[in-house]
């Protein structure tokens, strides 16, 4: 079965334009998201297939409007939940707690 990840070979998305390269660093919150993924690989959490997979069960509207870093944030979050790492409870409530804090001074 495809998924919307499998989009080699349809028509209608355009040619690629390597200047709109979307796997560069545009912000901090990428390379913290790249970097959790791999010490998450490294740690045995997860492996590079569960990853791709989860990536892949994004609903089609979210996975074509969302960043390349977005979907591996959503793979990380998506897998590190799932395998137990922690809760979504303790999850939901961290984002509250830095969303109180600010983005400015989260840590």
């Known amino acids: 079965m495809r ?22 660093f545009k912000a901090e919150w990428e390379a913290d ?4 993924n791999l010490l998450s690989l490294a740690a045995g959490c997860f492996n590079i297939d569960e990853s791709r997979h989860s990536m892949e069960k994004i609903p089609a509207v979210e996975y074509l409007t969302t960043t390349y870093f977005e979907h591996w944030l959503h793979s990380l979050e998506d897998l ?3 395998k137990g790492v922690f809760s979504q409870e303790e999850y939901q409530t961290r984002i509250a707690e830095l969303a109180a804090k600010g983005a400015g001074d989260a840590a």
Do not use: E, N
């Open 3 to 24: 998924s919307i990840a499998d989009m080699g070979g349809i028509q209608g998305f355009g040619p690629v334009d390597p200047a709109d390269d979307d796997t560069r």
């Open 33 to 36: 998201t790249f970097a959790v």
């Open 80 to 82: 590190l939940i799932s």
